[in-house]
């Protein structure tokens, strides 16, 4: 007994003094830089994620010093919610943004959001690309780099739509294009702003549509040997089983309201990664840049894609109204030097590399994460959770579950994810629901969720659902 009350009685004594001895020893400690990399449309296609195809060997060289987050979800797989929410830490449901014409700002002038927070604390807050939707910046946000808001009309967003349907391998010199473009004035920007702590948001339009990107990238592909979905269709086609409201009627973005042939599906997936080798590409001259100017070591890199896309699955191109794995599965890599287990050794040399975690985590997550990796005190009104403790530790115990939100007309869908499950419903009383077992079916092609060995799972998702979205 004597010797379990010394352990004790030492134990306390180490958890008392553990923030004070934190404290000093990051006294002498620069504080760290953060780059934060927003990818326009980008699912996990890339060669870290286990994509067999696609090439992105910038990405995946990124990965094997991150932590990679391999069930990583968008609360809403459109741009302005997906975005307003990563950024001001709270679900759509909170935001009351659920398309891409309204800004959070109205409504709630005096939020802080993530890069506000950080200009706050006396870091540089520089933006160059897409980070908040385009036309709805916020000023409050950057130092350098905001732009002024436009109106945005939802006709506009039509209008738009109807402009991108195509794909364009350019010939000319790639200078001109926006994501190179991109790529240069946020290394010039690193080259100013480096003897100071900042946060420098990059985002990259590709491979959102138009799928426009140098010819050298789509020589990569032959779309003759581009594999379609096991659930392609010609149009978006509900699986027996499924109610009618998980998908639209008709075709959206690449195919707006006309059917897709299994050729044209394979060209339109090719230049889609065209796109992500172009979009690996320019990441990985900025990488470059951050390494010659030996920032790397005292740098946070978080990358990820604004939400999910349907490259044909259940006959459904892009991501809009989607409450399935591909509209809400994201690619997100984390590193973040001296503040994540080191990468097991060995592990690099065979190509593998980097630690993966299974969690099921959220871009909502982002915005508490850098607080606390930033050492700043987390606001208690963000409605997502640090993954510091998965950058610790990428297999410690985590009982959180990623919730995504998705409008099909008037009705707004919910859907939760755990590590196994997906479980969504499209009305109040439970009756319009999909469950799927990811474990055996990661293409979500069965509904369970009016299986009666099923019911103890479907009420326990559904009590998670009611907890979460409860208040609204
Ligand atoms: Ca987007």
């Not at 195919?255 to 796109?275: G, L, N, P, T, V």
């Not at 990468?343 to 985590?361: D, L």
């Amino acid at each position: 007994m004597k010797s379990f009350h010394q352990l004790s009685s030492c134990a306390l004594l180490l958890l008392v003094a553990a923030p004070m001895q934190q404290a000093n020893a990051q006294e002498p400690a620069k504080k760290p830089n953060v780059l934060f990399i927003a990818v326009d449309d980008l699912r996990p296609a890339l060669g870290c994620y286990g994509n067999p195809i696609v090439k992105t060997p910038n990405l995946d060289k990124l990965a094997k010093s991150a932590v990679l987050f391999r069930n990583a979800y968008c609360q809403f797989p459109l741009c302005n919610p997906s975005r307003t929410s990563m950024l001001t830490g709270k679900h759509p449901t909170t935001t009351k943004i659920t398309d891409n014409s309204k800004h959070f700002r109205d409504a709630f002038p005096d939020w802080v959001t993530l890069p506000e927070l950080f200009r706050l604390a006396g870091y540089s807050t520089v933006r160059v690309g897409k980070i908040f939707h385009g036309g709805l910046d916020d000023e409050k946000s950057w130092v350098e780099g905001a732009e002024p808001r436009k109106e945005r009309k939802p006709q506009d967003q039509k209008k738009y739509a109807q402009q991108s349907d195509r794909w364009v391998a350019f010939e000319e010199n790639a200078e001109s294009l926006l994501d190179t473009k991109t790529t240069e004035r946020a290394i010039a920007l690193l080259e100013k702003h480096k003897d100071k702590p900042f946060f420098l948001a990059v985002g990259y339009a590709r491979p959102h549509s138009p799928l426009i990107a140098p010819k050298k990238y789509f020589d990569l592909y032959d779309p003759s040997n581009i594999p379609l979905p096991v659930d392609f269709a010609a149009k978006p086609t509900v699986r027996p089983g499924v109610p009618e409201i998980a998908l639209p009627a008709r075709n959206s973005d690449l195919f707006i309201s006309r059917d897709a042939s299994e050729k044209e599906a394979r060209e339109y997936i090719a230049a889609y990664y065209a796109c992500v080798s172009y979009m690996d590409a320019e990441v990985g001259r900025l990488l470059d840049a951050l390494d010659r100017l030996g920032l790397r070591d005292n740098t946070i890199i978080v990358f990820f894609g604004d939400h999910g896309y349907h490259l044909g699955e259940k006959g459904k191109w892009s991501k809009h109204g989607s409450l399935y794995e591909v509209a809400l599965r994201v690619p997100l890599l984390i590193s973040a030097p001296g503040r994540q287990l080191p990468s097991p050794q060995g592990r690099g040399a065979g190509g593998e590399g980097g630690q993966p975690c299974n969690r099921p985590v959220q871009l909502l997550d982002i915005y508490p994460t850098l607080v606390e990796l930033g050492g700043f005190p987390v606001p208690k009104a963000l409605e997502g959770k640090s993954l510091a403790p998965l950058l610790r530790e990428p297999a410690a115990g985590w009982h959180h579950a990623a919730f995504s939100l998705a409008q099909r007309g008037k009705v707004l869908g919910r859907s939760v994810r755990t590590e196994r499950f997906r479980y969504t419903e499209w009305d109040a009383e439970g009756k319009l629901a999909e469950l799927y077992d990811h474990v055996a079916d990661p293409h979500e092609l069965r509904n369970l969720a009016a299986e009666p060995m099923h019911a103890a799972s479907v009420a326990r998702l559904r009590k998670l659902l009611q907890e979460r979205f409860s208040q609204e």
